[in-house]
């Protein structure tokens, strides 16, 4: 069983940024990744891949899925929840990134979700944090657990850009590698209230904005008729 509950915030903006370095061991870390590469059944496409275990992410409404079933969280992923929430996460999402992968920069709804955490395995990677023309740089490095809360969660996109290198703060050029990352997210219980109508969706539906909204069942048929044809 990992060790839990020794978050601390890191001492950077945004705040509420929180870190537990080595949240598994080396030796955990290895095992994890040869389930992942030999055991499980991964969408066969290339860039980044996701597996979605508990519910799924509808982005129709922009809440969880009612026509896709509850996936249980298998043996493997159970010890690795962190216990510094009160119930457990109701989405948790396994993502694999191949050298020079990226994920745009985003926020994660504010409507469905509330805390978000995840655990990087594998190589390590530079994530960008964006609020207006400030950014921000935080090396994810392996074995880490990261919870976002405050400006971090909801004030500050995150995303990592798709690159074969990184450059460190020292000048030092480190190439990617394989990296898998676990995100975990809590259903919010009732509507935020941050009043971010640049990244809150809630907000944003208060003042009559609507976004683009397709369900992972559209996206997976678009895709698959891309393969078909040979797109994408």
Known sequence: MPPQGHMHELPIQPRGLFWHEDFITPEHEARLISLFQTELQWPDRNGRISLHYGYTFDYKTFGLDPDIPYKEFPSWLQPLIPTTETRPPEQVCLQ????????????????????????????????????????????????????????????????IKKRKT????????????????????????????????DLCDVAQ?????????????????????ELASGGG
């Open 166 to 197: 990184d450059t460190l703060a020292d000048g030092i050029v480190r190439p990617r590698a394989d990296r898998w990352s676990i995100t975990y997210r809590w259903v919010r219980e009732g509507e935020c209230e941050c009043g971010d109508v």
């Open 205 to 225: 539906r208060r003042i009559g904005i609507e976004k683009e909204k397709r369900s992972v069942k559209e996206m997976a048929a678009k895709a698959a008729e």
């Open 96 to 159: 694999y990134y191949p050298p020079g992968a990226g994920i745009p920069p985003h926020v994660d709804t504010h409507m469905a979700y509330d805390q978000l955490y995840a655990l990087s395995l594998g190589a390590p990677v530079m994530m960008q944090f964006r609020r207006g023309d400030d950014q921000v740089e935080v090396d994810l490095a392996p074995r880490s657990m990261m919870q976002l809360t405050g400006d971090a969660r909801l004030h500050w996109t995150h995303g």
